[in-house]
């Protein structure tokens, strides 16, 4: 039988498939083919002669063994190699090796995408919005000639898509599927806030500011903990530019999605007041470090400012943090302390004066003697 091999060879190595991979895809499946003919032997192996561009079968037949004591279920013995191309094979070779070069190739294109996008997960990259009717939970990014896949959960909540809007994502995840390489991006993710700020401030390429937390709530409020690496620098300042242009650059990506700058610090106390921001903590005492417990103090008239719309600014502060934080009236911590105090003078007081009474009984008590 024979094949245009050297043909094949040709478009192969187009594709970037060498000939000895397309000799050994296209020498098992061949193989498999045989195996699928009427009597074929169940042990065959196939020779491809690149230079005649033939294709031969070669069989084996099994021999049984007689069984010994030793041996009472001997493996049977394999015969001489014979040639046993079916006649009419040539047709079933051509479809089978169409069918494995379209195999390869679409292989070779979905390594190329893989190898492409493989470096690119947690990165931010663009593409246009793609609407699939058949697929409505979803909504699929075009980048280049690759298609992303933008899932609802990785959507913001109330944010809208449409087709042929251009979109900056984050890549959460790159992998081989089962129809080829899958790219998974997100709208929602926290990653997505840093990277768009690393677009807009020199100094946190450059290392001179650190963004040391994100807590997120997409599509309402982000809350970012910054800190300097450079005497002099002011972390806030860096993110939010001259004018806030470089704050108000990520705003414009996310939508109405509101953006808190807070300093972060490594004493707890201190970074839980700031992570209260805007409302302004009077304090901060540390329950436990154990268990990360604090309870911030807050003026009455700032109380709900601290709590946030249902509860969420106490909320991403507790995210990006770390820490359980409890918010308590200012007001009501100091009655609470003038009270005990009060209660502390009194008890003392009282002491003092069942000492002098019972000094004066003592006196008494001589007197009499």
């Known amino acids: 039988m024979e094949l245009d091999l050297a043909g094949m060879h040709r478009l192969a190595a187009e594709q970037g498939i060498d000939a000895e991979t397309l000799d050994a895809a296209l020498a098992e499946a061949f193989r498999l083919a045989y195996l699928k003919t009427p009597h ?6 196939v020779d491809i002669d690149d230079r005649a561009g033939t294709v031969t079968i070669w069989a084996q037949d099994e021999i049984p063994r007689e069984p010994t004591e030793d041996d009472p279920y ?3 013995e394999l015969g001489e ?21 379209s195999q390869l190739f679409r292989q ?5 995408v893989f190898g492409a996008f493989a470096g690119q997960k947690g990165k931010l990259i663009t593409g246009t919005v793609q609407q699939d009717a058949k697929d409505p939970n979803n909504v699929h990014i075009a ?3 690759v298609e992303a896949l933008l899932p609802r959960r990785e959507q913001v909540p109330g944010e809208r898509y449409r087709h042929g809007e251009r979109l900056r994502v984050y890549v959460v995840n790159v992998s081989r599927g089962v129809r080829g390489p899958e790219i998974i991006v997100s709208r929602s993710h926290p990653e997505l806030v840093r990277r768009l700020f690393e677009r807009e401030v020199p100094e946190l390429v450059s290392g ?3 963004i040391m937390a994100i807590a997120r709530e997409a599509g309402a409020r982000t809350k970012i903990a910054v800190r300097a690496n450079t005497p002099g620098v ?6 939010i530019g001259p004018g806030g242009s470089r704050v108000r650059a990520v705003m414009e990506n996310l939508g109405n999605e509101k953006i808190d700058i807070v300093d972060w610090s490594d004493d707890p106390a201190k970074f839980v007041a700031a992570a209260l921001s805007p409302a302004h903590a009077v304090g901060v005492q540390v329950v436990s470090e154990k268990n990360q417990t604090a309870i911030a103090f807050i003026h009455d008239d700032q109380l709900s400012l601290a709590i946030g719309k249902e509860g969420q600014n106490a909320r991403l502060a507790a995210k990006l943090t770390g820490w359980k934080i409890g918010i308590e009236s200012e007001e009501k911590h100091q009655a609470m302390l003038k009270a005990q105090e009060q209660l502390a003078d009194q008890s003392a007081d009282a002491q003092g004066s069942d000492a002098g009474t019972a ?6 008590a001589a007197d009499a003697e």
């Open 208 to 210: 001179a500011v650190s």
């Open 108 to 112: 070779a294109a979905d390594n190329k």
């Open 234 to 239: 002011n972390p806030k300042g860096a993110l």
């Open 143 to 145: 980048i280049g000639d």
């Open 359 to 364: 000094a004066d009984a003592g006196a008494g």
């Open 81 to 101: 190699e014979y040639d046993d191309t079916p006649t009419d094979f040539g047709r079933l070779a051509a479809a089978t090796a169409r069918q494995t070069i």
């Open 40 to 45: 074929a032997a169940k042990h065959a192996r």
């Open 74 to 76: 001997p493996e049977p």
